[in-house]
């Protein structure tokens, strides 16, 4: 078990909703980062946070915004949902905010956007 | 670009068998590859980082810098590693911020 935490498991909700998904990192790490896996587009990173700040944005939709709090843990929102938002969404944690760390994955938040 | 290419999106094989999933990368700096596995849409597990060169379940993969090629290689397949393999870059490695580009994947079979 990698140690990194996402809630929740599934998530079913309409077009135009708002959601928010969840991420504990593992004990230590202070980085934080977040990947979308669908059908279509495979495995994309999104976005990354280094101890509560901003580090690397990557395909992320205006829509979809990230924070880091004080204690580390880390929530994607996403607003304003499309079908095609529909995804499996991976959170990751590593020791450092510089290169040269592996990055341990989460078991994923289900989205479906009906 | 930067990108890293699987071009096998299945290979199946018998048990017993050599298994090779080829991975290409296209990076302009010293790139840090990884190799991640994931059974049945799960977390992703880490299964090797070139740098450290283990082997983990039986897995190796060795950098060929002059072919950008990152192939993992196991000498016997089990029916336990039929999974999706993933090859991956590190966009960010030393520097200051770490993304991963992932291959599409390769479904590996193992037949009984």
């Known amino acids: 078990d990698s140690g990194v935490t996402q809630t929740p498991k599934h998530l079913i909700t309409a077009t135009g909703q708002r959601v928010t998904l969840r991420c504990s990192p593992r004990s230590g790490d202070l980085s934080v980062y977040w990947y979308q896996q669908s059908l279509d587009q495979g495995l994309q990173f999104l976005i990354q946070y280094y101890n509560g700040e901003e580090r690397a944005k990557g395909n992320i939709l205006e829509r979809f915004s990230a924070q880091q709090f004080p204690d580390l843990h880390s929530e994607l929102n996403l607003s304003s949902l499309e079908l095609g938002d529909s995804a499996l969404y991976f959170c990751a944690s590593s020791v450092a905010g510089t290169g040269g760390s592996e990055q341990y994955f989460g078991p994923g938040t289900r989205l479906t956007v009906t | 670009a930067q990108r890293v290419t699987q071009p096998e999106k299945l290979l199946s094989v018998f048990k017993g068998a050599p298994v090779e999933l080829k991975c290409n990368y296209s990076y302009s700096g010293s790139p840090e590859l990884f190799w991640y596995v994931q059974y049945s849409r799960q977390r992703l597990q880490l299964l090797l980082r070139?740098?450290s060169r283990e082997s983990i379940k039986g897995f190796t993969a060795d950098l060929n810098k002059g072919e950008t090629s990152f192939h993992l290689k196991k000498p016997f397949a089990q029916e336990e590693d039929s999974a999706m393999y993933y090859c991956a870059l590190n966009q960010g490695y030393g520097g200051a911020t770490n993304k991963l580009i992932f291959g599409t994947g390769t479904l590996l079979a193992v037949q009984p």
């Open positions: 070139h740098i």
